[in-house]
């Protein structure tokens, strides 16, 4: 039996540059981002929680995204600082934004360092609001309350926000957050398990939908053109309905709690060939195919199912699913997609604590 879901090939140079960004000191390298690194780390971000991680965590995990998508320096830099002057989602004051801009604007840049100011001073819910109900300007101007944003100002911060959200978000932040960005004020103690951080880890299931959104805001004739088009959801000219990001979410995890019957994995195949289907635009469930077509000896599914997912990862530069970070999954993936090149996947359960990675094939 072939699988009858659609597996992305693999874009050779995307995938190249991901993988210059698993080592821990690519930012060490980048020429712009490695001087401003040390000043951020001074300020402690290393030591604060956020979300999945901690804010260094964050910041340099959208600050990957953004290089992987070849974004401009002045975009690269927001996107490591997008929230230090704090926010309205986030009460991080790294720099003082009525004292400490000019020590900002000094390391990074006027323009730098404007759009970090904006980005953290006008309001993102708005924002988002507006994108969401098609308000964009002919010249690709948005107004947030009583601020107008430039066109140019308005693709870094779509960019940037997409980058932002997809390294953050997992269920628990969707629990507190629900509804994002109209966020209904819900008292912990009528909902007290929402509020047990990290809750089980699961992926998201309304949130990529809403990314893909702000992706295809930048296909407005005033902003396309003006950065370059992240690679995600077939560079920003897909969408992803709601309604089928929660069903493959819903799907994925069912497999991942063993919800599915255990004598026979016809029914985990079904789920994930399904979740595949109905959100091509992430790794992670199609990873999990690819090593249970393994386990079933169907090699040649097993190589696409992986290649595929290895193309999301390469796309993204962050997981999906937060359990365990980018880098891993993309270790695993390339394992998987090396034992079905090979036709050598172990078949004891001792044996695959012993798989290691090889030189990829061309």
């Known amino acids: 039996m072939t699988s009858t879901a659609a597996f992305a090939p693999l874009d050779p140079d ?5 993988l210059a960004l698993l080592d821990d000191e690519w ?15 001074a300020r402690g971000v290393g030591q604060d929680w956020h979300k999945a991680g901690t804010f260094r965590h964050h910041l ?42 000019a020590r900002l604007r000094e390391a990074v ?10 980005f953290c001073t006008a309001s ?7 994108l969401l109900a098609g308000r964009i300007q002919p010249d690709g101007s948005v107004q947030v309350d009583e601020q107008r944003l430039p066109a140019d100002v308005v693709a870094a911060f779509i960019v940037v926000s997409m980058a932002d959200t997809c390294e953050q ?7 507190i957050y629900s509804g994002f960005p109209d966020v209904p004020q819900v008292p912990q103690a009528a909902h007290w398990m929402a509020a047990l951080w990290p809750g089980p880890m699961r992926p998201p299931s309304r949130i990529y939908a809403h990314i893909s959104q702000l992706g295809a805001a930048l296909q407005h004739p005033a902003l396309k053109g003006l950065l370059p088009m992240p690679p995600v959801f077939d560079h920003c000219t897909r969408t992803l309905a709601a309604g089928d990001e929660a069903a493959a979410s819903s799907l994925y995890w069912s497999v991942i709690a063993q919800d599915q019957p255990l004598v026979q994995m016809d029914g985990a195949v079904a789920a994930l060939e399904h979740a595949a289907r109905l959100n091509p635009w992430v790794g ?11 386990i079933a000896g169907r090699s040649k599914d097993a190589e696409v199912a992986a290649t595929g997912a290895l193309q999301c990862y ?23 997609r090396q034992g079905a090149q090979t036709g050598a996947w172990p078949e004891r359960l001792d044996k695959l604590n012993n798989v290691a990675l090889r030189p990829e094939r061309p």
Request: proline share 4%; no cysteine.
């Open 60 to 101: 340099v995990g959208v600050a990957r995204t953004l290089a992987l998508w070849r974004q401009p320096r002045d975009v690269r830099l927001l996107g490591l600082l997008h929230s230090v002057y704090g926010n309205a989602f986030v009460d991080l004051v790294k720099f003082d934004p009525t004292r400490e801009r």
């Open 14 to 18: 995307l995938h190249s540059r991901a």
């Open 27 to 41: 930012l060490a390298h980048d020429v712009d981002l490695a001087p401003v690194l040390p000043i951020v780390l």
């Open 124 to 130: 993102r819910a708005q924002f988002v609001r507006q």
């Open 169 to 175: 978000w997992f269920a628990w932040q969707e629990d």
């Open 314 to 336: 390469s796309a993204w530069g962050n997981a999906w699913d937060k359990r365990v970070q980018w880098d891993a999954w993309m270790a695993w993936a390339r394992i998987l």
């Open 284 to 294: 992670e469930p199609q990873m999990v195919l690819a090593q249970l077509y393994l």
């Open 109 to 118: 840049g006027e323009r730098a360092e404007q759009l970090v100011y904006l």
